[in-house]
């Protein structure tokens, strides 16, 4: 069991940036492929990135790609994803999640996640 507490969120002007962290409990945290979704007010929740275990493999949204980077601390037990020249459409509740398996199928679908954070809203003012 897993559990996940995401930390960072806030308000924002567009151009600026912030980092979102995602600390896990438990000793097995770096057996756990780790990803990061959003979800908009009305919308479906939505891949953002996500970073193998060992932290070599790395996939992005479209949306993001250039803009977000996502990290891990295996000692720490943390997840991060940094997110820079933020726009108003990255508005959302950001969460971390997480997934014992390692290979990339699935790794951008809600369905292949096991474990969840609470989620951290992110607000991007124009």
């Known amino acids: 069991q897993v559990q996940l507490v995401e930390s960072g969120g806030g308000l924002v002007q567009a151009g600026g940036s912030l980092r979102l962290s995602c600390a896990a409990s438990?000793?097995?945290?770096?057996?756990?492929?780790m990803g990061w979704f959003r979800q908009a007010p009305g919308k479906e929740r939505e891949f953002v990135a996500a970073?193998?275990?060992?932290?070599?493999?790395?996939y992005y949204a479209d949306s993001v790609k250039g803009r977000f980077t996502i990290s891990r601390d295996n000692a720490k037990n943390t997840v991060y994803l940094q997110m820079n020249n933020l726009a108003p459409e990255d508005t959302a509740v950001y969460y971390c999640a997480g997934r014992g398996r390692n290979d990339p199928i699935g790794v951008r679908a809600r369905w292949a996640y096991d474990y969840w954070g609470q989620g951290a809203q992110v607000t991007v003012s124009s």
């Open positions: 438990g000793r097995t945290f770096s057996s756990y492929t």
């Open positions: 970073m193998g275990r060992s932290g070599g493999n790395t």
